[in-house]
């Protein structure tokens, strides 16, 4: 009788385990790169309209992203009225709304600033932050404690050299600082994106070519080649430009960099006229010297073809924030900072 | 028990809707799991149907068994948990010894019944990450039917029959679609799904030797089992509304083929001894060879089709291009080599038996590294056993022989993987994988005189 018990209750308890069933796993949290494609979210899934920022007396454009904490990011902008340019900040929340109203955190202050500061790009150093910047005169650096209140240098960083390949003065540079202190700087001139480097801030940049086996110098990520590759126009056939450069630490143990850019196709035969495609693309590299170009654009131009100047910041291991220069309404009267987001497979609330 | 041979021979002839095997990974009743399935030469209960069926030969009186497992993983990349499914389900099966031309004879059924679902299948892009030998892989039914002889009383022999079963399937779709009122189309469909046998052999044998050794070998044969869908969409795109006679009428057909290798068991050889040292104690070690290079990619193929009809009055239209297949990276698994080890100690408490048992088994990953578009997530395992049991004797006139409870518990460590990928752009980039997982479970036997 004893035995019969154990075996019964055995059963039964053998019978309790298996009641409950639970859905499909083994998806969650798996790794993504932050290689797109991202999707422009759009005036139902932002609080004003299809613009994170704008102004309807200027244009804002060329955002640059700073991490604040796992919520909230700094974002610095250029603010263009007529032909004066400096720079804002504004503090942006989880990616979709704006914290407060923007601050100038940058003016054209001193005489070689010309007609203005523009196109920042924000680091974190040992003694606080650093922010490049371009001028007419060429890029300029500018440092602070608290990244609202900014000292500029009293000279240009880095004017151009038409002997090194920058034909077009320097503009929109971006930099990332090492853990060692040294610094990459990147750049656009003529249509192409170049580097430079420094054991820090405070000694002057040297030159990188991106191709030490030709004997000019070559850009880090140039046009492509690829401008009639079987009959189609690559997307970073006619120029790239406005560059932003982070650097990431996989737990695999590398180092890897990444290269946002704007894109603009090779002109396009349409209706007896020519236009071109602008679009963002990304360009990888394990060194931050030899960069490869993405196939395709990261976001393509179709949604806004007015979309240019990308700065990403991720708020997770799994989603990436891409902030852009774009139109706030479909006939580009008005120009802000938009925002995308990869993976773009979900819709927002207005509200977040 | 005449009949118990004709049962085998029906059960291994006729098609079955049994399906793949969660059994390589996790063990097979408590006490060959907990002895780190070293169990090739030594094993002679129920578990014999997996391990190796020349075993079941072991047997002289009917022996029921049946026990409950739940393996559940935490594995992880970049040290997010990505939830992969737990594996949990009955097992169990029986023995039934007889004598077969005066030669003792046994048949053994095993069975594994997962209770979260029979069966699981995915069709994943070859880019998206996954823990390829867990999730899916381990979400089956597995039933065997065995044969076992001893034609002299040194030699075991058996042979078996697992069953899987393959599903092929499609669906028509016909009817007119209006692409301007695309709410007045009007469609019938069909379903039509067909599930096939797939048999796989599994055989085995144990010689016992002097000095209280005993070796044996089994062999599990390879099995692929194919996910078929066919679907094929025929009708008419009507601009305009599809009874409005000015309408555009396009007739088209559009057919896509879909191939997913839903399953696949590498075949695997496996050598082994014991050496009872003691009349309480016995040590065994198994040596298995896997054979993991045939193993393809399971990523679907797809066969897309598109044929319109066009109008000639419409010059301008033109059929659209269908999408090419992206070419599939080839797997390059390797085969394995996985040792076992395993001990059991056993103490009589009165009448009755008392067990301790020990097992460890190194099974190093057969996947390659993944520098391309391929993310199939798996690492070396270490897997560390223990379990206990007791039998118990003469219960009484109800259970005339013994009753047997063993439980056990497994962790299986998974060594940390880096993935490193060639391209800087790669859509998944690098990441790290690793995890353990916690397999425990029980069994109840009952023995008959």
């Known amino acids: ?352 | 028990m005449r009949a118990l041979p004709a049962l085998a021979l029906a059960l291994a002839l006729a098609p079955s809707a049994a399906r793949a095997n969660p059994l390589d990974m996790y063990g097979f009743l408590s006490r060959s799991t907990s002895l780190g399935g070293a169990v090739t030469a030594d094993v002679g209960d129920v578990s014999a149907g997996y391990y190796n069926p020349a075993g079941l030969a072991r047997l002289r009186a009917f022996r029921a068994e049946l026990g409950y497992l739940h393996a559940s993983p935490s594995l992880s990349t970049d040290g997010r948990d990505n939830r992969v499914d737990a594996s949990r389900g009955f097992i169990g099966g029986l023995v039934a010894p007889g004598r077969i031309f005066r030669l003792p004879f046994a048949f053994g059924l095993a069975v594994h019944v997962p209770d979260d679902r029979l069966s699981q299948v995915r069709a994943l892009t070859q880019t998206q990450p996954r823990w390829e030998l867990y999730s899916v892989r381990l979400q089956r039914l597995y039933i065997a039917a065995s044969l076992a002889i001893s034609p002299w009383r040194w030699l075991r022999l058996g042979a078996g029959l697992v069953f899987m079963a393959s599903t092929r399937g499609g669906f028509d779709i016909s009817g007119r679609i209006s692409a301007t009122q695309p709410a007045n189309s009007a469609l019938t469909h069909g379903v039509d799904a067909d599930l096939t046998a797939v048999r796989y052999l599994q055989a085995g044998a144990q010689v016992d030797l002097p000095a209280n050794v005993t070796v044996g070998a089994a062999f599990r044969d390879e099995f692929r089992l194919d996910t078929q869908l066919d679907a094929n969409l025929q009708g008419q795109i009507y601009v305009g509304g599809i009874n409005d006679p000015r309408a555009l009428v396009i007739p088209g057909s559009y057919g896509l083929r879909s191939r997913v290798l839903t399953a696949f068991q590498p075949r695997q050889v496996v050598l082994g001894a014991v050496w009872r040292m003691a009349p309480n104690l016995r040590v065994m070690a198994d040596l298995m060879w896997v054979q993991w290079s045939r193993y393809e990619n399971p990523t679907a193929s797809l066969d897309v089709s598109l044929d319109l009809t066009i109008p000639a009055s419409v010059p301008g239209l033109r059929q659209p291009s269908v999408p090419q297949p992206a070419a599939r990276e080839a797997m390059r698994f390797r085969d394995t080599f996985v040792p076992r080890v395993g001990m059991e100690l056993t103490t009589p408490v009165g009448r009755h038996t008392l067990a301790f048992r020990l097992g460890y088994h190194f099974d190093p990953s057969p996947a390659p590294a993944q520098p391309g578009l391929t993310n199939f997530i798996d690492a070396s395992r270490h897997v560390a056993a223990f379990g206990m049991g007791i039998t118990l004797r003469r219960l009484g006139a109800a259970l005339p022989g013994t009753v047997s409870l063993d439980v056990h518990a497994a962790m299986q460590l998974l060594d940390s993987r880096s993935i490193v990928k060639a391209d800087p752009n790669d859509p998944v980039g690098d990441y790290l994988a690793t995890g353990t997982v916690l397999n425990l479970g029980t069994t109840l036997a009952v023995g008959f005189e």
């Open chain 1, 1 to 352: 009788m004893t035995a019969r018990a154990a075996l019964s209750a055995a059963l039964a308890l053998a019978l309790g385990c298996g009641t409950g069933a639970s859905p499909g796993g083994g998806d969650r949290e798996l790794p993504a790169g932050r290689s797109g494609p991202y999707r422009l979210l759009d005036s139902e899934e932002l609080p004003e309209g299809a613009c994170l920022l704008r102004d309807q007396a200027a244009t804002l454009e060329d955002p640059a992203s700073l991490r604040l904490d796992v919520h909230r990011v700094a974002l610095y902008f250029t603010r263009r009225e007529g032909a004066r340019r400096s720079i804002h900040r504004a503090v942006v929340v989880d990616g979709r709304r704006v914290e407060a109203a923007s601050a100038e955190a940058l003016a054209p202050s001193l005489g070689w600033h010309g007609g203005g500061v523009g196109a920042p790009d924000v680091a974190t150093t040992r003694d606080g932050f650093a922010m490049l910047y371009d001028t007419p005169a060429g890029l300029g650096l500018a440092t602070s404690t608290d990244g609202q209140a900014w000292r500029s240098a009293d000279g240009p960083l880095l004017v151009a050299d038409a002997a090194a390949g920058e034909l077009t003065p320097l503009r929109a540079p971006t930099l990332v600082v090492r853990p060692d202190g040294g610094v990459i700087v990147a750049y656009e001139s003529a249509g192409a994106i170049w580097a430079a480097t420094a054991d820090g801030l405070t000694v002057p940049l040297r030159r990188l070519d991106a191709d030490e086996r030709t004997p000019r110098r070559e850009a880090l990520v140039a046009p492509g080649a690829d401008a009639r590759d079987a009959g189609l126009v690559g997307y970073a056939s006619g120029a790239v430009g406005d560059p932003t450069l982070r650097a990431e630490d996989s737990l695999a143990g590398r180092t890897l960099y990444r290269l946002f850019f704007s894109a603009r196709s090779a002109p396009v035969g349409i209706d007896g006229g020519s236009a071109f495609e602008r679009a963002i693309g990304l360009a990888g590299s394990f060194d931050g010297v030899h960069f490869a170009r993405a196939e395709s654009a990261v976001l393509s131009g179709r949604a806004d073809p007015a979309v240019r100047a990308p700065s990403a910041w991720s708020d997770g291991p799994l989603r990436t924030w891409l902030f852009v220069s774009g139109r706030c309404d479909s006939a580009g009267r008005n120009e802000g900072i938009r925002v995308a987001v990869a993976p773009g497979n979900r819709r927002y609330p207005r509200t977040p």
